[in-house]
Structure formats: C-alpha cells, structure tokens
C-alpha cells in the first residue's frame, strides 16, 4: 500500500535551518507530483511546496518563497523540503501529500503522519 513517512522535524532557533524528507513507498514515485503541506496549532491546513514528478517545476507558498526549497530524488523515491531562515511563524507539524489516479481517472490522496517543525524565537 501507499506509504508515506516524514523525518528531521525537530526545534530550532529562528534563523536556523531544517531539511525534512518524505520516504515512500507502493506507488510509482517518479510519475507523481509531491506536495508539503503544514498545519499551525488552530490554523488549517496549507499548501507549502510542490514539485512536479519530473522535478523541472516547482511552486511555494509566498510566505515561504526564496527560504524554502523542495526537491526530489526518484531513484530514492524521497521528496526534500529544505527550510532555511526559519521564523517562529514556520513553527506547525509538515506534512507529506501526493495524489494518485487510477486508470479509471479516480482520485486517491495520501498523506504522511507529520512531523513537527518548532521554531523558537
């Protein structure tokens, strides 16, 4: 089955740096876009970053543009979120998401469990 697994969240100082990876598994990596997506404490859930399968296209959030950078390896079926000047607004659990299509065009979404990016101030 579709398997999503997020590590490297963790608390760090405003101003410093984090690099999340999303590991997967059950599906055709290189054929899928992968998004992250991050949700703050009594806030909903938003779109961060997404990369197109090929990797060649990417788009961010205007509230994360020129200090994040998402990116991908298909040959280790892990996509990368790279946080740098990191403000303790960035502070929510991330979330890994992709979304498949069967051959009859429906429509599967997935997501990882989270892990939890803490930045102090």
């Known amino acids: 089955q579709v398997q999503l697994v997020e590590s490297g969240g963790g608390l760090v100082q405003a101003g410093g740096s984090l690099r999340l990876s999303c590991s997967t598994s059950?599906?055709?990596?290189?054929?899928?876009?992968m998004s992250w997506y991050r949700q703050a404490p009594g806030k909903e859930r938003e779109l961060v970053a997404v990369?197109?399968?090929?990797?060649?296209?990417?788009d961010y959030a205007e509230s994360v543009k020129g200090r994040f950078t998402i990116s991908r390896d298909n040959d280790k079926n892990t996509v990368y979120l790279q946080m740098n000047s990191l403000k303790p607004e960035d502070t929510a659990v991330y979330y890994c998401?992709?979304?498949?299509?069967?051959?009859?065009?429906?429509?599967?979404?997935?997501w990882g469990q989270g892990t939890q990016v803490t930045v102090s101030s």
């Open positions: 990369i197109q399968s090929s990797g060649g296209t990417m």
């Open positions: 998401n992709t979304v498949l299509r069967s051959l009859w065009g429906r429509r599967y979404e997935y």
């Open positions: 059950g599906f055709t990596f290189s054929g899928a876009a």
